[in-house]
C-alpha cells in the first residue's frame, strides 16, 4: 500500500527488556523502572506521524497539546482512551498493554491495516500487531538485540582496527584488567551491555571502588548469575555527538543528520543542531567514511531501520568514531524531526528536558497558557521560542516530573534569552528546577562553537 498509515508507538526502556536477566548488574543499572515518567516519554514520538498517521501512548495526550501541535504544522491522529490503567501491571511494555486493553474493538476499529513504527523492536510486538491487523515490516528481535548491545559495538570497533577496552566474562576477570586499567590511564568505565542514559556505566577512579564493584559482582555469580562488561580507558572528551540514519529493508542507507548531543557525566540532556561547518570537519577527517562501512555491517547483521552512532570528540582533537551503536529511535532523531517539519533553514534546534518540582497543581492546559502569557510559546507568530514536546503533569500525588521541550532560534544569543525567560517564568509560580539542566546546555553551546 503506498498511502499507507502508520501506527507509531513504542517503550523508551526498551534497553530493560533487551537484558538478559540472568547476567548480573552494575549497582547503577535501573532495571525495569517504574518511574512513570519514562513511560510518559511515549507522547514524544509525534514527529515520526504525518497527517494520517496514530500515534499510540499509554496516556492520551492532552487535546490542547494535539491543537497547539497543529497550529505550527504538526498534524496526526491519537488515542482518546487510556491504554495504561490502575488495574495493569506498571511495567508492561506499551504492546503488552495494547495486547491486554478492554478496549480492544476501538483499538482494533482506528489500527487495522495500518503501518507499525515502533521506536524500538521489542517483545510482544508481533503477537500484538498480529491481534489488530497491524502490518509490520521489522527486523527480527533478535538481530536488534544484538546490534544494540555495547558488545556488539566492542566488535564492530576492533574489526575497524578502534579497538579499546576489553570485554571480561565473570568477576575475577574484571579485576584483573581493571587493575591494569587504572595502572594505565588512572581511570575507567566499567560499562553494561544494555545501560542506557547514565544507567549501566560506572566510573572507577580507584582499586578501591574496583573492589567493591568486583565484591558486588562476584555476590551476584555465587547466586548463579553470569557476567559480561565491556571495561575501557575513561577518555578525557571535549564534544558528544551522534551520527543519524535510515536503513531500507533492502539495505540502501540515508543520512539524516549530525546532532551534538548534551551531556552530564554519562547522562543524556539533550541535543541540538549541528551545523555545515561542523560536518565539514568531520568529513576532513574521514568520519563518514568510517561510518558507513559500521552501516554496512550493521545492515549485514540484520538489522534495518533508524540508527544512532553515538561520537566524541576527546579534548586533544581526536574522534572517537564509534562510542555505541543504537539501533532505534533516538532523540537526536526527534529533534531534526521537529526542525524538518518546521522547516526553517536558518534557525537552530535544541532539544532538552529539565527536572521541575512544585507542591501546586500544573497540567500541560496551564503550561501552555502560562508560556503563551510570557510570550515564550513557538506560534507562527513568534519563530523564536519554545515548543513544549512532553511534560509529565505535577498532582498532588505528583511532585516531580519532567517537560521536554523544543528551543527553537537564531543564535546562541536568542538560546539564552529563552533560557532566562524560561527560570522566570517557572520560578514565577514556584516551579523548582535543577539549574545544572540548562548549565549544561550553555556549556555545550561553547563547546561547539569552536567548529562554527
Known amino acids: 500500500m503506498k498511502n499507507q498509515s502508520k501506527v507509531i508507538m513504542g517503550s523508551f526502556n526498551a534497553e530493560s527488556y533487551w537484558r538478559d536477566p540472568s547476567f548480573s548488574i552494575l549497582p547503577s543499572l535501573l532495571i525495569n523502572s517504574l518511574d512513570s515518567n519514562i513511560h510518559n516519554m511515549d507522547q514524544i514520538l509525534f514527529p515520526l506521524c504525518n497527517k494520517e498517521d496514530y500515534i499510540i501512548t499509554r496516556k492520551c495526550i492532552s487535546a490542547k497539546h494535539v491543537d497547539y501541535l497543529k497550529t505550527i504544522g504538526f498534524n496526526f491522529k491519537s488515542n482518546s482512551k487510556d491504554l495504561e490503567t490502575n488495574n495493569c501491571v506498571p511495567n508492561d511494555n506499551i504492546f503488552s498493554l495494547l495486547s491486554s486493553t478492554s478496549h480492544t474493538a476501538y483499538f482494533e476499529r482506528i489500527l487495522r491495516n495500518n503501518k507499525l513504527l515502533p521506536y524500538a523492536v521489542i517483545r510482544g510486538i508481533r503477537e500484538c500487531c498480529a491481534k489488530y491487523g497491524i502490518f509490520i515490516e521489522l527486523p527480527p528481535l533478535e538481530n536488534v538485540i544484538n546490534v544494540n548491545s555495547k558488545e556488539y559495538s566492542f566488535f564492530i570497533r576492533q574489526d575497524l582496527g578502534l579497538g579499546i577496552g576489553q570485554i571480561v566474562n565473570d568477576s575475577m576477570s574484571l579485576w584483573e584488567f581493571g587493575r591494569k586499567l587504572l595502572f594505565q590511564n588512572k581511570a575507567l568505565l566499567v560499562k553494561d551491555p544494555y545501560g542506557v542514559a547514565g544507567s549501566g556505566s560506572i566510573l572507577i577512579e580507584s582499586e578501591n571502588s574496583l573492589n567493591r564493584i568486583v565484591n558486588h559482582i562476584c555476590e551476584q555469580e555465587r547466586k548463579e548469575k553470569k557476567t559480561l562488561f565491556i571495561i575501557e580507558p575513561y577518555l578525557n572528551k571535549f564534544l558528544d555527538f551522534s551520527c543519524h540514519y535510515f536503513i531500507s529493508q533492502k539495505g540502501d542507507r540515508v543520512f539524516l543528520c549530525i546532532q551534538e548531543s548534551i551531556i552530564d557525566g554519562f547522562s543524556y540532556k539533550g ?35 533508524y540508527v544512532c552512532i553515538d561520537s566524541m570528540i576527546l579534548q586533544g582533537g581526536e574522534i572517537i568514531p564509534i562510542v555505541e551503536i543504537n539501533a532505534r529511535v533516538s532523540m537526536g532523531l526527534i529533534n531534526y524531526l521537529v526542525s524538518e517539519k518546521i522547516n526553517k533553514k536558518s534557525y537552530l534546534f535544541s532539544l532538552a528536558y529539565i527536572k521541575a518540582q512544585s507542591n501546586l497543581i500544573l497540567s500541560y492546559e496551564m503550561l501552555i497558557d502560562l ?17 513544549p514536546l512532553q ?62
Do not use: P, Q
Open 271 to 305: 541535543s541540538m543542531t549541528s551545523n555545515s561547518a561542523f560536518i565539514k570537519y568531520l568529513e576532513s577527517h574521514n568520519y563518514f567514511k568510517i561510518i558507513e562501512k559500521v552501516i554496512s555491517k550493521v545492515f549485514k547483521s540484520g538489522y534495518y531501520g
Open 371 to 387: 508560556f503563551t502569557f510570557h510570550n515564550i510559546l513557538y506560534t507562527e507568530h513568534n519563530n523564536i521560542g519554545i515548543i
Open 391 to 452: 511534560f509529565s503533569e505535577l498532582t498532588e500525588e505528583k511532585v516531580k516530573g519532567k517537560m521536554y521541550l523544543c528551543a527553537i532560534y537564531t543564535t546562541n544569543e536568542d538560546l539564552f534569552i529563552i533560557i532566562n525567560k524560561l527560570l522566570s517564568v517557572l520560578n514565577s509560580i514556584h516551579i523548582k528546577i535543577k539549574f545544572g539542566d540548562f548549565k549544561k546546555w550553555e556549556e555545550s553551546m561553547t563547546r561547539s562553537a569552536i567548529f562554527h
